[in-house]
T-cell receptor, first 117, second 112 residues
């Protein structure tokens, strides 16, 4: 299930199920999006990215969907494994001043994914 | 080889002290960052440097001073530490164009 509020949203799934993690972004000018995975005691680790001129991108067991109309990003994980348990962040990169590439990476709230064997 | 390494991994210190966190990347990237992650896991950018020049400086107290001696290093010095500075600080690097940022393992700072 999911919970919101003062705590991070959580998603609990059984091993082998598919997982979908959602993210709403704020800046319609953002042109690049990334999903990161953060395991306990470690730094965020890149999973997959997508540019704003695309609406879908697939990797190994992961798919990112981008809906610019409603400013929504999702990460789908196929055949979820216990090793997928972590906090997942979406991040958006907005252009810097004057359309430069120095735009900062802004992170979303994060979702805790727990995979039960 | 560790791509982005930061030291120390843990830092416990008293209020009022001055401390530094070091970061090095061996990826040949042009841009380096400092992020702060609070107890609710929220990640917020603090600074960004491109080729040793400050590019992004979010509203961070001026007790925090980044220093980039060369494009492979970005250190963070914090003066007069306060309890609210307790957090995990992450260094990261990326290429100048829109590519992903690679993160270090983090430095857990605890101010007592």
């Amino acid at each position: 299930g999911e919970s919101v509020g003062l705590h991070l949203p959580t998603l609990s799934v059984q091993e082998g199920d598919n997982s979908i993690i959602n993210c709403a972004y704020s800046n319609s000018a953002s042109d690049y999006f990334i999903w990161y995975k953060q395991e306990s005691g470690k730094g965020p680790q890149f999973i997959i990215d997508i540019r704003s001129n695309m609406d879908k991108r697939q990797g190994q067991r992961v798919t990112v969907l981008l809906n610019k109309t409603v400013k929504h990003l999702s990460l789908q994980i196929a055949a979820t494994q216990p090793g997928d348990s972590a906090v997942y962040f979406c991040a958006e990169r907005s252009q810097g001043a004057g359309g430069t590439s120095y735009g900062k990476l802004t992170f979303g709230q994060g979702t805790i994914l727990t995979v039960h064997p | 080889d560790t791509a982005v390494s930061q030291t120390p991994k843990y830092l416990v210190t008293q209020m009022g002290n001055d401390k530094s966190i070091k970061c090095e990347q061996n990826l040949g990237h042009d841009t380096m960052y400092w992020y702060k992650q609070d107890s609710k896991k929220f990640l917020k950018i603090m600074f960004s440097y491109n080729n040793k020049e400050l590019i992004i400086n979010e509203t961070v107290p001026n007790r925090f001073s980044p220093k980039s001696p060369d494009k492979a290093h970005l250190n963070l010095h914090i003066n007069s530490l306060e309890l609210g500075d307790s957090a995990v600080y992450f260094c990261a690097s990326s290429q100048i164009m829109n590519t992903e940022a690679f993160f270090g393992q983090g430095t857990r700072l605890t101010v007592v």
